[in-house]
């Protein structure tokens, strides 16, 4: 089963606007990830939150971590087309760091 | 470095074929994963390893099998190919020490 949702399912935004992705999750978590992959291609890790952290940035990223409400949150600032690509959250568990990811968002960036 | 690769990209079998996909680390990671990520989902972990020699059940594990000969291989089984297991399939790597995983490019898998 999926750990949480993703909202939205899809969002298309205009070049240089800003994009905002939500996930959602069931059980504690001892750290949150999000991934990007391109069509076609193998998953790329963006950046980590962990569960005593409230937010944290990297580059144009901004991501938010609320535990009482089991979500957190993705902004991407300035879009490009290049940023064109669909978003997964995901969290750890277990000896071995086992990923559980959302459904995941489609975010198309218009030029 | 070629990170994680994967063999083959692209395969078709007919129902009850057997198969195996190839993964490969330049990383020297210990674990490594096997997923599978159908249309509109997020991946689904089928079965992990910690170490040469060691594997794991992971959430979806049902008519797939796993082998970790040497550190820097994970092969993926597929004994009796069904329908159900058409999907693409994502090896990852990552260190113990590390949260982050490395990804290879995918094998996009169909059954008929």
Not at chain 2, 26 to 41: A, K, S, T
């Amino acid at each position: 089963s999926q750990q949480g949702e993703e909202d939205p399912q899809a969002l298309s935004i205009q070049e240089g606007e800003n994009a905002t992705m939500n996930c959602s999750y069931k059980t504690s978590i001892n750290n949150l990830q999000w991934y990007r992959q391109n069509s076609g291609r193998g998953l790329v890790h963006l950046i980590l939150i962990r569960s005593n952290e409230r937010e944290k940035h990297s580059g144009r990223l901004r991501v938010t971590l609320d535990t009482s409400k089991k979500s957190s949150s993705l902004l991407i600032t300035a879009s490009r087309a290049a940023d064109t690509a669909s978003y997964f959250c995901a969290t750890d568990s277990g000896s071995a760091r086992q990923l559980t990811f959302g459904s995941g968002t489609q975010l198309t960036v218009l030029p | 470095n070629a990170g994680v690769t994967q063999t083959p990209k692209f395969r078709v079998l007919k129902t009850g074929q057997s198969m195996t996909l190839l993964c490969a680390q330049d990383m020297n990671h210990e674990y490594m994963y096997w997923y599978r990520q159908d249309p509109g989902m997020g991946l689904r972990l089928i079965h992990y390893s910690v170490g040469e020699g060691t594997t794991a059940k992971g959430e979806v594990p049902d008519g797939y099998n796993v082998s970790r000969l040497k550190k820097q291989n994970f092969l993926l089984g597929l004994e009796s190919a069904a329908p159900s297991q058409t999907s693409v399939y994502f090896c990852a790597s990552s260190y113990p020490a590390a949260y982050e995983q490395y990804f290879g490019p995918g094998t996009r898998l169909t059954v008929t």
